[in-house]
Antibody
Protein backbone atom coordinates (compact mmCIF):
# COMPACT_ATOMS: atom_id res chain seq x y z
CA UNK A 1 0.00 0.00 0.00
CA UNK A 2 1.29 3.43 -0.94
CA UNK A 3 1.59 5.80 2.02
CA UNK A 4 3.11 9.23 2.51
CA UNK A 5 3.36 10.64 6.02
CA UNK A 6 4.49 14.22 6.60
CA UNK A 7 5.83 15.59 9.84
CA UNK A 8 7.85 18.52 11.12
CA UNK A 9 5.30 21.30 10.97
CA UNK A 10 4.63 23.66 13.82
CA UNK A 11 4.71 27.23 15.00
CA UNK A 12 7.82 29.21 14.09
CA UNK A 13 8.70 32.89 14.30
CA UNK A 14 9.33 34.96 11.17
CA UNK A 15 12.88 34.42 10.03
CA UNK A 16 13.00 30.98 11.60
CA UNK A 17 13.56 27.56 10.06
CA UNK A 18 11.79 24.22 9.89
CA UNK A 19 12.48 20.93 8.17
CA UNK A 20 9.54 18.94 6.92
CA UNK A 21 9.81 15.21 6.38
CA UNK A 22 7.73 12.91 4.22
CA UNK A 23 8.26 9.23 4.96
CA UNK A 24 6.96 7.04 2.19
CA UNK A 25 6.15 3.36 1.95
CA UNK A 26 4.92 1.19 -0.88
CA UNK A 27 7.21 2.79 -3.44
CA UNK A 28 10.72 4.20 -3.77
CA UNK A 29 11.17 7.96 -3.42
CA UNK A 30 14.21 8.00 -5.69
CA UNK A 31 12.29 6.42 -8.58
CA UNK A 32 9.58 9.07 -8.70
CA UNK A 33 9.13 12.79 -9.21
CA UNK A 34 8.41 14.03 -5.69
CA UNK A 35 6.75 17.34 -4.96
CA UNK A 36 5.71 19.67 -2.19
CA UNK A 37 2.38 21.48 -2.53
CA UNK A 38 1.02 23.90 0.04
CA UNK A 39 -2.35 25.33 0.93
CA UNK A 40 -2.75 28.48 3.01
CA UNK A 41 -5.69 28.41 5.42
CA UNK A 42 -8.93 28.69 3.46
CA UNK A 43 -7.06 29.15 0.19
CA UNK A 44 -6.25 27.13 -2.91
CA UNK A 45 -3.37 24.87 -3.81
CA UNK A 46 0.11 26.19 -4.56
CA UNK A 47 2.87 24.04 -5.98
CA UNK A 48 6.18 24.63 -4.18
CA UNK A 49 8.92 22.36 -5.45
CA UNK A 50 9.85 19.19 -7.33
CA UNK A 51 12.74 16.77 -6.92
CA UNK A 52 13.44 14.87 -10.10
CA UNK A 53 14.61 11.28 -10.26
CA UNK A 54 18.04 12.44 -11.36
CA UNK A 55 18.36 14.72 -8.35
CA UNK A 56 17.69 18.09 -9.93
CA UNK A 57 15.09 20.34 -8.36
CA UNK A 58 12.91 23.30 -9.17
CA UNK A 59 11.13 25.83 -6.99
CA UNK A 60 8.38 28.36 -7.31
CA UNK A 61 9.81 31.88 -7.27
CA UNK A 62 8.49 32.85 -3.85
CA UNK A 63 10.58 30.18 -2.10
CA UNK A 64 13.73 30.16 -4.24
CA UNK A 65 16.82 30.67 -2.13
CA UNK A 66 14.93 29.93 1.08
CA UNK A 67 13.61 26.36 0.64
CA UNK A 68 15.57 23.24 -0.29
CA UNK A 69 14.06 19.94 -1.34
CA UNK A 70 16.05 16.77 -0.82
CA UNK A 71 15.71 13.06 -0.18
CA UNK A 72 17.40 10.32 1.80
CA UNK A 73 17.23 7.14 -0.25
CA UNK A 74 18.24 4.96 2.68
CA UNK A 75 15.27 6.24 4.66
CA UNK A 76 12.94 6.51 1.67
CA UNK A 77 12.15 10.01 2.87
CA UNK A 78 11.60 13.37 1.19
CA UNK A 79 12.48 16.61 2.95
CA UNK A 80 11.78 20.30 2.66
CA UNK A 81 14.21 22.56 4.49
CA UNK A 82 12.56 25.92 4.98
CA UNK A 83 14.67 28.90 6.05
CA UNK A 84 13.93 32.57 6.58
CA UNK A 85 10.26 31.80 6.95
CA UNK A 86 7.68 34.51 6.36
CA UNK A 87 4.08 34.91 7.43
CA UNK A 88 2.89 34.11 3.92
CA UNK A 89 4.55 30.68 4.16
CA UNK A 90 1.83 29.71 6.65
CA UNK A 91 0.07 26.72 5.11
CA UNK A 92 -0.57 23.03 5.19
CA UNK A 93 2.29 21.40 3.33
CA UNK A 94 1.64 18.22 1.39
CA UNK A 95 4.14 15.90 -0.22
CA UNK A 96 2.86 14.36 -3.43
CA UNK A 97 4.09 11.73 -5.83
CA UNK A 98 4.17 12.16 -9.57
CA UNK A 99 2.08 9.52 -11.32
CA UNK A 100 4.14 7.03 -13.31
CA UNK A 101 1.82 7.42 -16.31
CA UNK A 102 1.83 11.23 -16.19
CA UNK A 103 4.70 12.50 -14.08
CA UNK A 104 3.11 15.87 -13.38
CA UNK A 105 -0.17 14.40 -12.11
CA UNK A 106 -0.06 13.81 -8.38
CA UNK A 107 -1.63 10.43 -7.68
CA UNK A 108 -0.62 9.98 -4.05
CA UNK A 109 -0.55 12.58 -1.30
CA UNK A 110 0.27 12.72 2.36
CA UNK A 111 -2.16 14.01 4.95
CA UNK A 112 -0.32 17.30 5.24
CA UNK A 113 1.55 19.10 8.02
CA UNK A 114 0.66 22.59 9.19
CA UNK A 115 3.31 25.28 9.27
CA UNK A 116 2.40 28.48 11.09
CA UNK A 117 4.75 31.45 10.87
CA UNK A 118 3.88 34.01 13.48
CA UNK A 119 5.43 36.05 16.26
CA UNK B 1 3.70 32.05 -14.85
CA UNK B 2 0.65 30.54 -16.51
CA UNK B 3 -2.57 31.71 -14.89
CA UNK B 4 -5.44 29.25 -14.55
CA UNK B 5 -8.94 30.69 -14.16
CA UNK B 6 -11.81 28.47 -13.08
CA UNK B 7 -15.51 29.24 -13.42
CA UNK B 8 -17.63 29.37 -11.45
CA UNK B 9 -15.96 29.84 -8.07
CA UNK B 10 -18.83 27.99 -6.46
CA UNK B 11 -22.07 26.32 -7.45
CA UNK B 12 -24.99 24.56 -5.88
CA UNK B 13 -26.73 21.72 -7.68
CA UNK B 14 -29.17 18.92 -6.99
CA UNK B 15 -28.49 15.21 -6.89
CA UNK B 16 -28.58 13.90 -10.44
CA UNK B 17 -27.74 17.24 -12.05
CA UNK B 18 -25.09 17.66 -14.67
CA UNK B 19 -22.31 19.91 -13.37
CA UNK B 20 -19.82 21.69 -15.60
CA UNK B 21 -16.71 23.54 -14.47
CA UNK B 22 -14.48 25.42 -16.86
CA UNK B 23 -10.79 26.18 -16.62
CA UNK B 24 -9.05 28.70 -18.84
CA UNK B 25 -5.28 28.97 -19.21
CA UNK B 26 -3.53 32.28 -19.88
CA UNK B 27 -1.65 30.65 -22.77
CA UNK B 28 -1.79 27.51 -24.88
CA UNK B 29 -1.05 24.46 -22.71
CA UNK B 30 -2.02 21.77 -25.24
CA UNK B 31 -3.68 19.02 -23.15
CA UNK B 32 -1.31 19.41 -20.19
CA UNK B 33 -4.05 19.67 -17.59
CA UNK B 34 -5.12 17.67 -14.56
CA UNK B 35 -8.20 17.84 -12.34
CA UNK B 36 -8.37 17.16 -8.59
CA UNK B 37 -11.08 16.83 -5.99
CA UNK B 38 -10.51 17.99 -2.43
CA UNK B 39 -12.86 17.43 0.48
CA UNK B 40 -12.52 19.46 3.70
CA UNK B 41 -9.64 18.31 5.87
CA UNK B 42 -8.34 15.93 3.23
CA UNK B 43 -5.58 15.95 0.65
CA UNK B 44 -6.52 16.42 -2.99
CA UNK B 45 -7.37 13.38 -5.08
CA UNK B 46 -6.40 13.01 -8.73
CA UNK B 47 -9.46 12.53 -10.95
CA UNK B 48 -8.40 13.37 -14.51
CA UNK B 49 -4.97 13.65 -16.13
CA UNK B 50 -3.91 14.75 -19.61
CA UNK B 51 -7.17 16.74 -19.79
CA UNK B 52 -9.39 13.75 -20.47
CA UNK B 53 -7.96 10.53 -19.03
CA UNK B 54 -9.81 9.12 -16.06
CA UNK B 55 -7.60 8.04 -13.19
CA UNK B 56 -7.93 4.39 -12.19
CA UNK B 57 -10.78 3.82 -9.76
CA UNK B 58 -12.50 7.14 -10.41
CA UNK B 59 -16.21 6.83 -11.27
CA UNK B 60 -17.11 7.30 -14.91
CA UNK B 61 -19.53 10.14 -14.13
CA UNK B 62 -16.43 12.34 -14.00
CA UNK B 63 -14.96 13.46 -17.32
CA UNK B 64 -12.72 16.10 -18.79
CA UNK B 65 -12.19 17.66 -22.19
CA UNK B 66 -10.47 20.50 -23.95
CA UNK B 67 -7.12 21.58 -25.30
CA UNK B 68 -5.21 24.76 -25.90
CA UNK B 69 -6.57 27.31 -23.43
CA UNK B 70 -10.11 26.11 -22.69
CA UNK B 71 -10.99 23.05 -20.65
CA UNK B 72 -14.13 21.54 -19.18
CA UNK B 73 -14.70 19.23 -16.24
CA UNK B 74 -18.07 17.49 -16.06
CA UNK B 75 -19.94 15.48 -13.46
CA UNK B 76 -22.65 13.80 -15.49
CA UNK B 77 -24.96 12.98 -12.58
CA UNK B 78 -24.10 14.66 -9.29
CA UNK B 79 -23.96 12.44 -6.21
CA UNK B 80 -23.94 13.48 -2.56
CA UNK B 81 -20.33 12.35 -2.16
CA UNK B 82 -19.25 14.77 -4.91
CA UNK B 83 -19.60 17.73 -2.56
CA UNK B 84 -16.03 19.09 -2.65
CA UNK B 85 -13.74 21.68 -4.16
CA UNK B 86 -12.33 20.93 -7.60
CA UNK B 87 -9.04 22.26 -8.96
CA UNK B 88 -7.46 22.28 -12.38
CA UNK B 89 -3.66 22.21 -12.68
CA UNK B 90 -1.44 22.92 -15.68
CA UNK B 91 1.88 21.23 -16.28
CA UNK B 92 2.91 22.79 -19.58
CA UNK B 93 5.44 25.09 -17.90
CA UNK B 94 7.07 25.31 -14.50
CA UNK B 95 6.04 26.54 -12.06
CA UNK B 96 3.03 24.26 -12.04
CA UNK B 97 -0.07 26.29 -11.33
CA UNK B 98 -3.56 25.53 -10.10
CA UNK B 99 -6.87 27.19 -10.67
CA UNK B 100 -8.41 28.94 -7.69
CA UNK B 101 -10.89 26.11 -7.17
CA UNK B 102 -14.60 25.54 -7.64
CA UNK B 103 -16.67 24.62 -4.62
CA UNK B 104 -19.53 22.26 -5.46
CA UNK B 105 -22.36 22.08 -2.97
CA UNK B 106 -25.45 19.90 -2.91
CA UNK B 107 -28.81 21.68 -2.80
Amino acid sequence: EVQLVESGGGLVQPGGSLRLSCVVSGFTVSNNYMNWVRQAPGKGLEWVSVLYVGGNSYYTDSVKGRFTISRDNSKNTLYLQMNNLRADDTAVYYCARGYQVQLWAFDSWGQGTLVTVSS
Amino acid sequence: DIQMTQSPSSLSASIGDRVIITCQASQDISNYLNWYQQKPGNAPKLLIYDAADLQTGVPSRFSGSGSGTDFTFTISSLQSEDSATYYCQQYDTLPLTFGQGTRVQIK
